[in-house]
């Protein structure tokens, strides 16, 4: 039902604008097969309107967001801990690499300096023997000795090639195989910042939301009343849609989905009466029994009813709500116990005196 053109009071607050720092996720999916409501468009004229929908909606978004988000954090933490262990695992490997790596080069350095001393001997070998065969009188002994001297000096040196060769070949697989380490940690490095990058933000993020969302709830509520005047004064038709088959402002349609759907994942099955003509009041105030149809006050008729043109219904904001086919009547209600307890979350108040009347400002 309806009030009189009256304001809650105590109510508003000047609110900071809550920073958008993530984009909006998708609403739950609705619990009756209905096509979503469209987003503000250009047909809200009034930018307090745009405002209040606007807002409720990143509000609303957020909500899902964050929530989803704290349900993911303990996984969240436990693949950063995995990373963890797997950065720990490529740092140890690549420390070991660059070991294998220094000791290949050291072995490098001497089979080298060896195989060049053998290199050495092999000329000074040569050089003795063609000495002894010069040496006068000639002595086949000392030329004997020094070919074999020679020839011990050539395998030698031979020897040493080898295992030059051999250190050479397993330095540059050593260096391939640090190559390799450090690859691997560079993407180890890269998917633990990731993760931990995650778990930074998501903590953040669900901290900061308490302040953030009360933020938002603020802002909306200090509007309340300005879309109700800004509405009134050039309110059309064009500005109402359905939202399973309740007819209301395209402000607050997104919101009243949202409080719809997520009242039947409760186990609360909502609905009601929302937009009406002028007419319709003006009918709805006779039945009602109002002494007078346009100056007698609301609390006069045997049913409250706003006097025309001071009715929330009339511009779409307020909704009579209902539960399993009847008004919610009673406080003691499952369906008002619920409202009491989430309708604040999108955006509607109850008026104190009339248990099934939610409207964008308590009025």
């Given at each position: 039902?309806?009030?009189?053109?009256?304001?809650?009071?105590?109510?508003?607050?000047?609110?900071?604008?809550?920073?958008?720092?993530?984009?909006?996720?998708?609403?739950?999916?609705?619990?009756?097969?209905?096509?979503?409501?469209?987003?503000?468009?250009?047909?809200?004229?009034?930018?307090?309107?745009?405002?209040?929908?606007?807002?409720?909606?990143?509000?609303?978004?957020?909500?899902?967001?964050?929530?989803?988000?704290?349900?993911?954090?303990?996984?969240?933490?436990?693949?950063?801990?995995?990373?963890?262990?797997?950065?720990?695992?490529?740092?140890?490997?690549?420390?070991?690499?660059?070991?294998?790596?220094?000791?290949?080069?050291?072995?490098?350095?001497?089979?080298?300096?060896?195989?060049?001393?053998?290199?050495?001997?092999?000329?000074?070998?040569?050089?003795?023997?063609?000495?002894?065969?010069?040496?006068?009188?000639?002595?086949?002994?000392?030329?004997?000795?020094?070919?074999?001297?020679?020839?011990?000096?050539?395998a030698t040196l031979k020897a040493r090639?080898?295992?030059?060769?051999?250190?050479?070949?397993?330095?540059?697989?050593?260096?391939?195989?640090?190559?390799?380490?450090?690859?691997?940690?560079?993407?180890?490095?890269?998917?633990?910042?990731?993760?931990?990058?995650?778990?930074?933000?998501?903590?953040?993020?669900?901290?900061?939301?308490?302040?953030?969302?009360?933020?938002?709830?603020?802002?909306?509520?200090?509007?309340?009343?300005?879309?109700?005047?800004?509405?009134?004064?050039?309110f059309t038709t064009d500005r109402t849609?359905?939202?399973?088959?309740?007819?209301?402002?395209?402000?607050?349609?997104?919101?009243?989905?949202?409080?719809?759907?997520?009242?039947?994942?409760?186990?609360?099955?909502?609905?009601?009466?929302?937009?009406?003509?002028?007419?319709?009041?003006?009918?709805?105030?006779?039945?009602?029994?109002?002494?007078?149809?346009?100056?007698?006050?609301?609390?006069?008729?045997?049913v409250p009813t706003a006097i025309p043109?001071?009715?929330?219904?009339?511009?779409?904001?307020?909704?009579?709500?209902?539960?399993?086919?009847?008004?919610?009547?009673?406080?003691?209600?499952?369906?008002?116990?619920?409202?009491?307890?989430?309708?604040?979350?999108?955006?509607?108040?109850?008026?104190?005196?009339?248990?099934?009347?939610?409207?964008?400002?308590?009025?």
């Amino acid at each position: 039902m309806v009030k009189g053109f009256s304001r809650t009071a105590a109510r508003r607050a000047t609110a900071v604008v809550a920073p958008a720092l993530m984009l909006v996720l998708a609403g739950a999916v609705p619990a009756q097969a209905a096509p979503a409501p469209a987003a503000p468009d250009a047909s809200i004229a009034a930018s307090a309107g745009t405002t209040w929908a606007e807002t409720m909606r990143l509000k609303l978004g957020r909500d899902i967001h964050l929530t989803r988000l704290g349900t993911q954090l303990p996984a969240l933490r436990v693949t950063a801990k995995t990373h963890a262990s797997t950065l720990a695992a490529a740092r140890t490997a690549e420390t070991a690499a660059v070991a294998v790596v220094n000791r290949e080069t050291a072995t490098v350095r001497t089979t080298h300096a060896k195989h060049a001393a053998a290199a050495t001997a092999v000329t000074a070998a040569k050089m003795a023997l063609t000495a002894a065969k010069k040496h006068r009188p000639y002595s086949k002994s000392r030329v004997a000795k020094a070919t074999k001297a020679l020839t011990s000096a050539q395998a030698t040196l031979k020897a040493r090639a080898t295992t030059a060769q051999r250190a050479t070949t397993a330095l540059k697989a050593a260096r391939a195989a640090h190559t390799a380490t450090v690859k691997q940690l560079t993407s180890a490095t890269a998917t633990y910042q990731t993760a931990a990058k995650a778990v930074r933000n998501a903590e953040i993020a669900i901290k900061a939301w308490p302040a953030d969302r009360a933020a938002l709830a603020a802002k909306a509520s200090a509007l309340s009343d300005q879309v109700v005047v800004q509405q009134r004064a050039n309110f059309t038709t064009d500005r109402t849609t359905q939202v399973y088959g309740v007819t209301v402002n395209k402000v607050v349609a997104y919101s009243f989905q949202r409080m719809i759907d997520d009242a039947a994942k409760a186990g609360i099955k909502l609905s009601g009466g929302g937009f009406r003509t002028k007419e319709q009041q003006i009918r709805l105030r006779t039945v009602n029994g109002c002494p007078d149809v346009w100056t007698a006050p609301s609390s006069s008729c045997r049913v409250p009813t706003a006097i025309p043109g001071r009715s929330l219904h009339e511009l779409g904001l307020a909704v009579d709500v209902s539960s399993g086919g009847s008004t919610i009547n009673t406080r003691k209600s499952a369906a008002f116990k619920w409202m009491a307890a989430n309708a604040g979350k999108y955006g509607f108040v109850n008026l104190p005196s009339e248990p099934w009347h939610w409207s964008i400002n308590g009025s």
